[in-house]
Structure formats: structure tokens, C-alpha cells
T-cell receptor
């Protein structure tokens, strides 16, 4: 079983719609969760971090965390063509305080005008 | 401007040659990391260092070596023992050694070995 799983997509949504990206993780003791956006050929850039159960909103982005279900998601409201990218879910290494992040394989989002 | 500088952006080498990828940060971060990304895949951890003069193997350390002689620098050497070295290499750093702070990435080095 992969430690962090994402549907590779592509996920295609029309401009203005809500894009929902999902991620599950296997290590129950994980404490920190991050969403990165990666444009083709570029390095990942941090979008959101979330540490406690519930929702965290930042502009058009909302991260949702459910530790009991080992599930973290990212909602993008009013999707724009510029949101088209690969979104990487990252989870801290879990047991121990190593600071390692484990990444999912990423979900490719396509926002169509 | 603070940031992480990786050089070069593109690197071409012949099979059998060792090559060193540079990573320098001026963010005063304690911890530094090297990841590898292959097409259509996520990031896989090669090596990481939480303090100067100390580093640990990640999930795919075979065929790679690192050093951490200075806080600002964490070079990665891809040796001839690495069987599939062609990939996108990403260096990252974070403020604290613990789990909560996010990683900040350099712009990456794309290595092609023929």
C-alpha cells in the first residue's frame, strides 16, 4: 500500500466550477499535511498547509482534513485556466520527528475555458 | 531575496560519469532535502540533512552521495552506480527540523544521462 495516494487524473473541470482534489494517507500518526501546485517543468510551490481536523480556507482554496478517515482534500472554487497544473499532496513522515515529507504522485487538473 | 538556488538548470552527462548538483540556500534553514521526480510520478526522497555535518538516507539513496559541510549548502553527487539517473532533481529546505514547517523548493536541475 502506498503511503500517500492520489488519483492521477486528469481531472477536468469547466472554468468557474469547483475542483475537488483528494488524498489518503496510511500513517495514522501523521501530523502535518500540505498541498503543493506544480506547473509543467517547474518546481512545486506551497498552496496550503493544514494541521488539525476541519477546514482551512485561503482565498479560493480550502483544505479539509479528517484524521479519523486519514483523508485530506483541496477544494478550488471558481477554477481558472491558470489553475491547470499538477497538485501534490504531502504528509509528514509520521512516526518520529524527522521532518520528512512523503508525497503522493499528484493529480493533474485541467480547467477548460 | 531569500531563496534556494539550484545549478545548473539543465545538465547533460555521459553514462559512467559522476556529476554533482549544487544547492545553496540563504533562508537560514536548518534542514535540507534532495528529491527526485520522474515523469508522471511524485517526489521521492534521496537524502536529507537536519543539521550541519549530519545527513540520513531517504528512500532511494543508492547511487547517490551528499555532504553538509555548511548550513547553506547541500550538494548531491549522482554516481555511476545510479542505474537510472535521468530525472528532475529538486532541492528543498525547511526552517525547523520538526514536522510542522513546510518545504521550500529550488527551481530544480534536469539531469540527462546518455
Amino acid at each position: 500500500q502506498k503511503e500517500v495516494e492520489q488519483n492521477s487524473g486528469p481531472l477536468s473541470v469547466p472554468e468557474g466550477a469547483i475542483a475537488s482534489l483528494n488524498c489518503t494517507y496510511s500513517d495514522r500518526v501523521s501530523q502535518s499535511f500540505f498541498w503543493y501546485r506544480q506547473y509543467s517543468g517547474k518546481s512545486p510551490e506551497l498552496i496550503m498547509s493544514i494541521y488539525s481536523n476541519g477546514d482551512k480556507e485561503d482565498g479560493r482554496f480550502t483544505a479539509q482534513l479528517n484524521k479519523a478517515s486519514q483523508y485530506v482534500s483541496l477544494l478550488i472554487r471558481d477554477s481558472q485556466p491558470s489553475d491547470s497544473a499538477t497538485y501534490l499532496c504531502a504528509v509528514n513522515g509520521g512516526s518520529g520527528n524527522t521532518g520528512k515529507l512523503i508525497f503522493g504522485q499528484g493529480t493533474t487538473l485541467q480547467v477548460k475555458p | 531575496d531569500g531563496g534556494i538556488t539550484q545549478s545548473p538548470k539543465y545538465l547533460f552527462r555521459k553514462e559512467g560519469q559522476n556529476v554533482t548538483l549544487s544547492c545553496e540556500q540563504n533562508l537560514n534553514h536548518d534542514a535540507m532535502y534532495w528529491y527526485r521526480q520522474d515523469p508522471g510520478q511524485g517526489l521521492r526522497l534521496i537524502y536529507y540533512s537536519q543539521i550541519v555535518n549530519d545527513f540520513q538516507k531517504g528512500d532511494i539513496a543508492e547511487g547517490y552521495s551528499v555532504s553538509r559541510e555548511k548550513k547553506e549548502s547541500f550538494p548531491l553527487t549522482v554516481t555511476s552506480a545510479q542505474k537510472n539517473p535521468t530525472a528532475f532533481y529538486l532541492c528543498a529546505s525547511k526552517q525547523a527540523r520538526g514536522a510542522d514547517s513546510p518545504l521550500h523548493f529550488g527551481n530544480g536541475t534536469r539531469l540527462t544521462v546518455t
